[in-house]
């Protein structure tokens, strides 16, 4: 069985029982911090978990004392602590995942919110620029509805592809996070296409106006909720979270803004244009035209 250890606030594992043992015995844990083991309803200190009350009583010095039902019990929210062995209280153990730490809630989802916008912009926008030098009419594209339905599949598929063969995509990797089974091994091709469909779907609302608010605003919800996003919970996904940086976050804002000018330059004639036909005496709201090189 697994484990998992709450270390200077941050979410760590898996370790196995006697990994952990060893290093309780050898003063590296102590027993207050917090740990949680796949089945358990909630993290918990270490010393209430029967599986190191031995090795937490060779470090006391007294006995523990351990029953079957002490790990696996839910157990009522901490009491509010700058502490960093907080017990989180989310409820992502139904699905046998290690719940969110409370710092993990939002970090996390404010994460892959911005990684998955980050792919889905490159991923359209590459196309809309390939479109253009091979010299297609991408206006006539945009109202064509066969376009928009092959843009959704094309997406689904590079980040079905980017998942399964590297268990990141590049929004996720300049982020710090990974997707992956429980034992740490890819997602298979048919766990990856249901995963960006679920994500399209379910997370972007199909980029549809009225659905695109409705659903990031109800999977942020679940996700803060239950402490794991609709399409990885039930599927019993795991998404690893790395620590990153402040420089790696200007190294994200800085290719996101390369990829929004750069394309920019080369969408801006058909986005003028469409503008024009639709508000004919608004174009001073226009910006100066540039052109592509």
Known sequence: MRTWIIIDGEKTGPFDIAQVARRIESGELKPEQYGWIEGMKEWQPLSQMPKFSDAVASVSGKAIPS???????????????????QAPTSRAAAWNIPPFTPSEKTVEIVRRFFARWFDFMLITNSIFVAIILAGADLKALFVN????????????LLDCATIHIWKTSPGKFLLGL??????GSR??????????????????????????????????????????????????????TLPIS?????????????I?????????????EMFLELFPDKAHLLPPHRTAP
């Not at 019990?73 to 062995?85: F, H, I, K, Y």
């Not at 509805?145 to 599949?153: A, C, D, G």
């Not at 990974?178 to 034992?183: F, L, P």
């Open 67 to 85: 029953t079957a039902e002490t790990s696996l019990e839910p157990q009522p929210p901490p009491l509010p602590s700058s502490t960093n062995t």
């Open 145 to 156: 509805p066969w376009f928009q339905y092959s843009i959704m599949v094309a997406w689904i």
């Open 178 to 183: 990974r997707v992956h089974r429980a034992d």
């Open 187 to 240: 997602l298979s091709v048919g766990a990856s296409i249901l995963r960006a469909a679920r994500v399209f779907v379910m997370g972007m609302g199909m980029v549809h106006p009225i659905l695109l608010p409705l659903c990031h605003g109800f999977s942020w919800w679940f996700s803060k909720k239950f402490g794991a996003s609709l399409w990885d919970g039930p599927a019993g996904n795991r998404i690893t």
């Open 246 to 258: 402040v420089w790696r976050w200007v190294l994200f804002i800085l290719v996101a803004f390369t």
């Open 260 to 272: 929004v000018n750069v394309s920019g330059v080369f969408l801006e004639p058909i986005t003028r």
